[in-house]
């Protein structure tokens, strides 16, 4: 990842986990990339996630079917508002 990318992108990491911070939730926030993060699909980390919970996608391509969001989550692209 390039220096200006990578800057820009724990922003975003930082702008959510404050946004978190702010509301007073005690919510986390799960990252999905496809190496090096403790989930590498969408819907192991929508599985694992608590209503409340941020899933923050990172950059990449996940080959995966319908994705069920059956709690209160927020699903964010890395990057994108």
């Known amino acids: 990842m ?3 990318a990578r800057s820009a992108a724990l922003a ?3 702008a959510v986990v404050l ?3 702010a509301n007073g939730a005690a919510s986390a926030v799960i990252a999905v990339c496809p190496d090096g993060c403790a989930h590498s699909s969408i ?3 929508l ?3 608590e209503d409340g919970d941020t899933v923050l996608v990172r ?4 080959r995966e079917g319908p994705l069920v969001v059956d709690k ?3 699903l964010v ?3 994108w508002p």
């Open 2 to 4: 390039r220096p200006c």
């Open 12 to 14: 975003a990491t930082a």
């Open 19 to 21: 946004a978190l911070a």
């Open 43 to 45: 819907t192991d980390a």
């Open 47 to 49: 599985a694992a996630a």
């Open 59 to 62: 950059a990449g391509t996940y």
């Open 72 to 74: 209160r989550v927020s």
């Open 77 to 79: 692209g890395d990057g």
